[in-house]
């Protein structure tokens, strides 16, 4: 199986700073359409978690643009470039391209 | 809207069985993949079963394999997982997701908890 790892596990973030979660996998999320399933998932204290980025860098619907991914291959990076209050929760990378499909361990986000 | 509903889960001994079900509505239930996805305190979350469109092809983690079957009734816009054999290891919470494109979860349930214990 694929494994995932994030970096770091945890987050203390002052508002208004940026924050960077790295994400690794064992094996290469490109596929040969060109494609690249990494997708990050923010899971809210008491919530179900929700789609944020996919595709490495394509924000979903609703996602602010404060967000933003990038990476290639094995080795990704989700940004918040100014972290606001409503950010905090655990961040989950997922790749999508090797079954089965496989979550990084999350890193939670707090503010300071 | 798209809403997922999960229900079924509860408390069940060991060795014992359970039903999950998902009610989906608000999205062309037939035309898409459904997901179920489970996680716990302690292993974060894991991704356990992936059923297509019409129900005829299914993957499955190792760790549920022989023991989990995925289904669905698209008359019904609802997908199933059956879970026997239970074990300590499969509780946890689970939730179904509607995968539009490789691993993309666009829309997840709100999870039904499974306990399994003695």
């Known amino acids: 199986d694929v494994v995932m790892t994030q970096t770091p596990l945890s987050l203390s973030v002052t508002p208004g700073q940026p924050a960077s979660i790295s994400c690794k996998s064992t094996q290469s999320l490109l596929h040969s359409d060109g494609r690249t399933f990494l997708h990050w998932y923010l899971q809210k204290p008491g919530q179900s978690p929700q789609l944020l980025i996919y595709e490495v860098s394509r924000r979903f619907s609703g996602v602010p643009d404060r967000f933003s991914g990038s990476g290639s291959g094995t080795d990704f990076t989700l940004t918040i470039s100014r972290v606001e209050a409503e950010d905090v929760g655990v961040y989950y990378c997922m790749q999508g391209l090797h079954p089965p499909r496989t979550f990084g361990p999350g890193t939670k986000v707090d503010i300071k | 809207e798209v809403t997922l509903v999960e229900s079924g889960g509860g408390l069940v001994q060991p060795g014992g069985s359970l039903r999950l079900s998902c009610a989906a509505s608000g999205f062309t239930f037939g035309n898409h993949w459904l997901t179920w996805i489970r996680q716990t305190s302690g292993r974060g979350l894991e991704w356990v079963a992936l059923?297509?469109?019409?129900?005829?092809?299914?993957w499955y983690v190792d760790s549920v394999k022989g023991r989990f079957t995925a289904s669905r009734d698209n008359a019904r816009d609802s997908v199933y997982l059956q879970m026997d054999s239970l074990r300590g290891e499969d509780a946890a919470v689970y939730y179904c997701?509607?995968?539009?494109?490789?691993?993309?979860?666009?829309?997840w349930g709100q999870g039904t908890l499974v306990t399994v214990s003695s």
């Open positions: 059923i297509n469109p019409d129900g005829n092809s299914k």
């Open positions: 997701a509607r995968d539009v494109d490789w691993g993309r979860l666009e829309d």
